[in-house]
C-alpha cells in the first residue's frame, strides 16, 4: 500500500490565488513527521515545511501552510497569494518514529503546479 | 553557506559501463543519503551513512550498486554494468543527526545526477 498519496498530479493555478495541495498518508505508528519539499527544474529539492504528529498547530512558514488533519491523515499544502515562481513539482513526504525499515523520508509521486500569469 | 554538492550533474553513458557519482554534503551533517528518482515519481531511498558507517541499504540497491564515504565526509555511487533501467536522477541529501532516531529529521537535497544509460 502506498504511505503516501499525492492524487493531483498536476494543477495550473492563476498567479495571486491560493493553491491546495492534496496529501494522505498511512501509518499505524503514533510518532511520525510530515515534510514538504518543492523540487523546480532545476532539480534540487527545497524543504519547505514540516508537521509533527503531535504538533498541536498546524504548521506555518511564511506563505506556506499545512492542514494537518490528523483523524483524516490528511496534511495538505496551501500555499498563499501564488507567484510565478511557485511552479514546481511539490512532494509530500514522511518519517516514522519506528522506521521498520528505511530511516529516510518516505515520499509520494508528487504534483506539478503550473502558476499562469 | 554552501549546500549539498553533486557532480556530475549530468552523465550519459553506454549500457555495461561504469558510472561512479559524487556526492558533498553540508559540512557538519552527519547522515548522508542516496535517493533515486525516475521520470514522474518521488524519490525512492537507496541507503544512508552516519558518519563512515552504511547502516541501511533498501533492496532496490542490486549488487551492481555500491556506496562508500570513506572519511565520513564525501559519498561516492558506483553503478556497475549499468543497465537501461538504471537511467533515472540521483539525488544525494545530508542531515545532521543527534542522538537518538527523530521524525523531525530535515534532509537538505543536492541538484542530483542525472544518468541517462543508451
Known amino acids: 500500500a502506498q504511505k503516501i498519496t499525492q492524487t493531483q498530479p498536476g494543477m495550473f493555478v492563476q498567479e495571486k490565488e491560493a493553491v491546495t495541495l492534496d496529501c494522505t498518508y498511512d501509518?499505524?505508528?503514533?510518532?511520525?513527521?510530515l515534510f514538504w519539499y518543492k523540487q523546480p527544474s532545476s532539480g534540487e529539492m527545497i524543504f519547505l515545511i514540516y508537521q509533527g504528529s503531535y504538533d498541536q498547530q498546524n504548521a506555518t512558514e511564511g506563505r506556506y501552510s499545512l492542514n494537518f488533519q490528523k483523524a483524516r491523515k490528511s496534511a495538505n499544502l496551501v500555499i498563499s497569494a501564488s507567484q510565478l515562481g511557485d511552479s514546481a513539482m511539490y512532494f509530500c513526504a514522511m518519517r516514522e518514529r519506528s522506521g521498520g525499515g528505511a530511516d529516510g523520508l518516505t515520499f509520494g509521486k508528487g504534483t506539478h503546479l503550473i502558476i499562469q500569469p | 553557506d554552501t549546500g549539498v554538492s553533486q557532480n556530475p550533474r549530468h552523465k550519459i553513458t553506454k549500457r555495461g559501463q561504469n558510472v561512479t557519482f559524487r556526492c558533498d554534503p553540508i559540512s557538519e551533517h552527519n547522515r548522508l543519503y542516496w535517493y533515486r528518482q525516475t521520470l514522474g515519481q518521488g524519490p525512492e531511498f537507496l541507503t544512508y551513512?552516519?558518519?563512515?558507517?552504511?547502516?541501511?541499504k533498501s533492496r532496490l540497491l542490486s549488487d551492481r550498486f555500491s556506496a562508500e564515504r570513506p572519511k565520513g565526509s564525501f559519498s561516492t555511487l558506483e553503478i556497475q554494468r549499468t543497465e537501461q533501467g538504471d537511467s533515472a536522477m540521483y539525488l544525494c541529501?545530508?542531515?545532521?543527526?543527534?542522538?537518538?532516531?527523530?521524525?523531525?529529521?530535515?534532509?537538505?537535497f543536492g541538484s542530483g545526477t542525472q544518468l541517462s544509460v543508451l
Open positions: 541529501a545530508s542531515s545532521r543527526r543527534q542522538g537518538a532516531r527523530t521524525v523531525n529529521e530535515k534532509l537538505f
Open positions: 551513512f552516519q558518519n563512515e558507517a552504511q547502516l541501511e
Open positions: 501509518t499505524s505508528d503514533p510518532s511520525y513527521g
